[in-house]
């Protein structure tokens, strides 16, 4: 990393974790107000919200950089895919964890078959196993071609699922009206999350470059077959 | 060239041929499909009249474990004696290979349901008598579907170390919706006032256009000998 990128990554990361650190702050209830039939658990919504939709836009780099690996063949966009679903999934686990906190507080139950968790846990399942798959496939490029398919696949999977889990009895609220200061709370913790999950996602994908380079050093960036079989020798070596 | 419908029924011909004169698959996936039943049904309390919802998700087990292996070997016909390479330089369409394998699927998943849902019936004594035709459309777009996904990924995974697990990995979760979606139908269709629900028969075709063109434009990408 050259000292210019080094200092952007610090600065980024000051930057993120001091907002962090505000938000939190943020959720005093002279603040942000207890929400009045819900009571105090109602903050983990600040949380939830946020993490949830950044988990559909990781979803979605996933989906891009699948496509831009089958159109290309270049191996920077099977890092750029592994790492966004590697967000992915703790960006689910993490909506899974504070929706069942809520769902014990407000239900009294841990697990619900309702059709958001139902749709939550389906997600969760499709990018566990998208990184479950990557280490059983031995050739890189094998492994690359696989998980791009998946990858589209999975996506496409979403809306699908949103339909399915419509047919199941629901529980969840479907609205809540926020106050002024809750909503001014939701857009900072939006902003932070959001600043997280680019942060992670970026590192990670500089962390699966670096192992690439360090594995692969040269001619494995097109699809030839003599690079593919190169690397296969190397992957089978290794 | 020829046109894609002879080259379909040509490689379809095939495979049923090797399959009818062999009958490695489908006596494996019945007999697994029989055995799940039996595991499911002791499990459940032998003896009690099991509900639509119940049977519906056990008829599911007894598809999608046995579909995954009908999958898996009508691919695995190609790996023998390097087969695949011989059909990939014949002059076919990668997408007729595709269509065609999915037939060959469809014909073996379908033979495992022939057998398999009378013994649920025999076993499980769930009455499909009024809604039969509402529990064949669904089943029949469901496995359409679950199909075209298992096609897709039996190509992809064909080629690897652990083919049989991974293939199951990866098609299970992406098959969830129609399992949803099937239990919810056939929950209404059984306990409910028996007609068919919009929706659900909407998401169950949206799924099967969705993958079976998605599988149809990748399938070729995968394809190596």
């Known amino acids: 990393m050259t000292s210019g990128k080094k200092i952007l990554a610090v600065t980024f990361w000051i930057v993120t974790l001091t907002l962090f650190a505000w938000t939190i702050w ?97 997600l969760w399942l499709l990018y566990v196993v998208y990184l479950m798959i990557r280490p059983a496939i031995e050739s890189p490029q094998r492994r690359a071609l696989v998980s791009s398919v998946y990858g589209i696949a999975a996506f496409l999977d979403v809306p699908v699922v949103y339909l399915s889990v419509k047919l199941m009895p629901d529980i969840h609220p479907r609205s809540i009206e926020l106050a002024p200061a809750m909503k001014v709370t939701l857009l900072w913790w939006f902003v932070s999350v959001s600043l997280l999950m680019w942060g992670l996602l970026i590192t990670r994908y500089r962390i699966n470059r670096r192992v690439r380079d360090l594995n692969y050093p040269v001619g494995d960036e097109t699809r030839t077959e003599s690079s593919g079989r190169v690397a296969r020798a190397a992957g089978g070596a290794s | 060239m020829m046109p894609l419908y002879r080259q379909v029924i040509l490689i379809v011909g095939k495979d049923v041929r090797i399959e009818a004169r062999g009958r490695q698959t489908i006596g494996l996936v019945v007999v697994l499909g029989i055995l799940i039943m039996v595991v499911l049904g002791m499990g459940l309390g032998a ?170 434009l990748v399938f070729e990408l995968v394809l190596e000998p």
């Open chain 1, 26 to 122: 943020l959720l005093r209830d002279d603040i942000t107000p207890v929400e009045r039939t819900m009571g105090p658990i109602q903050k983990v919504f600040y949380f939830h919200l946020p993490v949830a939709i950044n988990t559909f836009i990781a979803a979605m780099v996933v989906f891009i950089a699948s496509i831009g690996y089958l159109w290309q063949r270049k191996m920077w966009w099977d890092d750029l895919a592994s790492a966004a679903a590697k967000i992915a999934a703790l960006y689910c686990s993490v909506v899974l964890l504070t929706g069942m906190i809520w769902g014990k507080e407000a239900w009294g139950q841990w697990w619900t078959w309702s059709p958001r968790l139902t749709f939550s846990l389906v």
């Open chain 2, 47 to 216: 003896g009690k009249p099991i509900s639509g919802f119940s049977a519906t998700a056990i008829l599911w087990v007894a598809y999608i474990f046995g579909g995954v292996l009908c999958f898996e070997k009508t691919m695995a016909v190609e790996r023998h004696d390097d087969a695949l390479a011989g059909l990939l330089v014949a002059p076919i369409d990668r997408g007729a290979i595709f269509i065609a394998k999915l037939i060959t699927n469809l014909v073996l998943i379908a033979g495992l349901a022939l057998v398999v849902t009378p013994v649920a019936i025999l076993l499980f004594r769930f009455d499909i008598s009024g809604h039969a035709l509402g529990f064949s459309i669904i089943i029949a777009l469901g496995m359409t579907g679950f199909a075209a996904v298992g096609t897709l990924f039996a190509a992809a995974v064909s080629s690897t170390r652990l083919q049989g697990g991974l293939l199951a990995l990866l098609v299970f979760p992406l098959s969830l919706p129609i399992i949803i979606v099937s239990t919810q139908m056939m929950r209404s269709l059984f306990e409910g006032a028996g007609s068919m629900n919009v929706l659900g028969l909407g998401t169950l075709a949206a799924f099967d256009v969705i993958f079976l063109i998605m599988s149809w």
